[in-house]
């Protein structure tokens, strides 16, 4: 089966950092996905890693270790719109098929 | 439109009717999911086209559930004879499936199925 686990809620203050952690074991891997999901809305895609190694956009960088099954979203300078639920999705051996985690609740504080 | 497009946004139904959810997805994505999330949890798959085949349809959670695609375009998923656990949103996404895997997926606002 597949399984993708990462916490149910973090609570952050503004301007600070803080990581989202997502581990997973799914058959074959062919890539990880994060996304956000402000409440009401629609996910809406943020990152991409299939490689091991760091990938920064701007305020936000993914992590990727495959040997360890393990990624992480780094958010730096975190703003009240950062509040929002953070997907972490994996392509496992079926192309086309993504899974996702329960979603991480941020909530960033004033 | 620039972004996709699900119908109803809204959808109240009584037990045991037949709904029908209606996607368009972006133009000229060739590959189009459903999923579906209930309150505090994950997105669940549900079916996969590419084109107008649906090369997975293993998550569909029953053979209440039903899905077709027309003209590598439009998709509806249609659940019969509802139960109240099919309570959910229903989300619809769309991917330039030709730039590889790593295409992210465009989703819909979804449409808010309850059955009463």
């Known amino acids: 089966g597949q399984n993708i686990d990462q916490p149910t809620e973090m609570t952050a203050t503004e301007g600070a950092i803080v990581q989202i952690n997502c581990t997973y074991q799914t058959s074959g891997f062919n890539g990880l996905f994060w996304y956000q999901q402000h409440a009401g809305e629609a996910p809406t895609f943020l990152s991409y890693?299939?490689?091991?190694g760091l990938e920064e956009k701007g305020r936000f960088s993914s992590f990727l270790s495959r040997s360890k099954g393990y990624s992480y979203l780094l958010l730096k300078e975190l703003q009240m719109k950062d509040s929002a639920s953070y997907l972490c999705a994996v392509i496992g051996s079926t192309l086309g098929r993504l899974y996702f985690g329960r979603g991480t609740q941020l909530t960033v504080w004033p | 439109g620039a972004g996709v497009s699900q119908s109803p946004s809204n959808k109240v139904t009584e037990k045991g009717k037949d709904v029908e959810l209606r996607c368009d997805p972006i133009s000229g994505h060739t590959a189009l999911y459903w999923y579906r999330q209930s309150l505090g949890q994950g997105l669940e798959f549900l079916i996969y086209?590419?084109?107008?085949?649906?090369?997975?349809k293993s998550g569909l959670p029953s053979d209440r559930f039903s899905a077709e695609r027309t003209g590598g375009s439009v998709s509806t998923l249609t659940i019969q004879r509802t139960q109240q656990e099919d309570s959910a949103v229903y989300l619809c996404?769309?991917?330039?499936?030709?730039?590889?895997?790593?295409?992210?997926?465009?989703f819909g606002n979804g449409t808010r199925l309850t059955v009463t």
């Open positions: 086209f590419q084109g107008n085949s649906a090369p997975d």
């Open positions: 996404a769309s991917s330039s499936y030709e730039q590889g895997l790593n295409s992210p997926l465009h």
């Open positions: 890693n299939v490689l091991d």
